[in-house]
């Protein structure tokens, strides 16, 4: 499993990620997408949007970030979006007090002291209140990963909503929040789409959009930050009916997780025991991250609590009249609720591979290559002259520019052709194409695999077509 630093370094290197705002010495938490990245981003949340909305019970929306400051007190966010936060007063390093405990326990188990860290989770399971955490803390006198020592402040609730202010008076009448779920944005046009689309319970709305949360601790490059994306969709559903389609989305979500590439050794579920204050049922998609399991996707049973709240708050009707049996209700919801920037880390961590290649000499050389589903890569096609003379330059650059026209494509003629497939290698470039004395005389070329190496010998007339042939799934 690759390291984390050696992914962070390549991301930067190769124009997948870089630090938000580096000239100034970064924003903690925050992260810009390159190049690379920026293509990465686009063909996974396309595959995502094509999944869940090309079918006729899911409608798509783009709801906007900025939404009524009532909004979040109704979902419960302004009330209960909180996490426990704790401060070492000697470090004064910064916890949140769950994930202090979690990560001793984590310690404890890595020692075989498997029975207390036993006797610590079953506390920590039942912790609500910050004095719970407190509690556990002293009573295990846990230590602060950095300074070592036990002196604590108390432990108090942190609101992880980001607020600012709408027009130009900064007061509280003008109050709004970035959206911390992009969920919000589907329930309060359950009616409009329901109306529009001229949808039938059960149906569901999707929408990729950013979401915002003004994390405690931000860690693991792209796992937990203040600005991530979301791919998040809410079914509507008769109540009653939620267990059925809750176990229908956990089947279809893990399915989709494993048809983008990953293996099931690195997917797992795991179920909730302790529930966020809008579900009744829910279940993570874990995966196998360098540091271990994360969640990637979460699927909740929301049941009417969002759309019931939202109608007593607005005094607007948020029911469904079933025309068949003639019975009026407000539907339960079954939200999948993926994580586009941490799936798309958990895709970089999967496609990392090294292997040795043949050199140019005839030896082998350690390589590094990102074996992307050819779906995901940046770039799917690269163009190269051998040499840049003999007329292998304009036969190259017009091929390239015949490729960018269906594929994203790259033109490279700088470097020995050895170190321009290993560039390509390291991006996950799927096929580079080369021109060389050959081309001229019979206007062929050769086509190399990223991941067997071998290269094949094609008309130039055929490019498009064996492109088309092995790009598209
Ligand atoms: N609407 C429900 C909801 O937002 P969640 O489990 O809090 O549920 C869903 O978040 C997904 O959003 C997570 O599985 C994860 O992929 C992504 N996510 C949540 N917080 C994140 C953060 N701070 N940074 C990056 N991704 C995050």
Redo the contacts with the bound molecule.
Sequence with gaps: MVKLETLISLAKRRGFIFQSSEIYGGLN?CWDFGPLGVELLRNLKEIWWKSMTYREDIEGIDASILMHPKVWEASGHVAQFTDPMIDNKISKARYRADNLIEEYIERLRNKNKTELANEIEAKLSSASKPSDYYDIIVEYKIPDPVSGTTEWTEVRYFNLMFKTFIGAVEDASSVVYLR?????GIYVNFKNVLETARQKIPFGIAQIGK?F?N?IN?KNF?????????M?MQYFVKPGTENEWFDYWMNERYEWYLSLGFKKETLRFKVHEKL?H?ANR?V??EYLFPFGWG????I?S?TDYDLRNHQEYSGKKLEYFDPTTNERYIPYVV?T???????AMALLCNAYDEDMAPTEKGDLEKRTVLRFDPRFAPIKVAVFPLVNKDGMPELALKIYKDVQKHFKAMYDDSGAIGRRYRRQDEIGTPFCITVDGQSLADNTVTIRDRDTMKQIRINVDNIITYLKDNLII
């Design positions: 938490g911390p779920e992009t969920a919000q979401a949360r994390e931000t792209l796992f937990r930050t203040r600005e991530f994306e979301q998040e966020a809008y829910a993570d998609i969640e990637i996707e979460g909740h929301r939200e609720s993926g994580g586009v920037t941490r799936t």
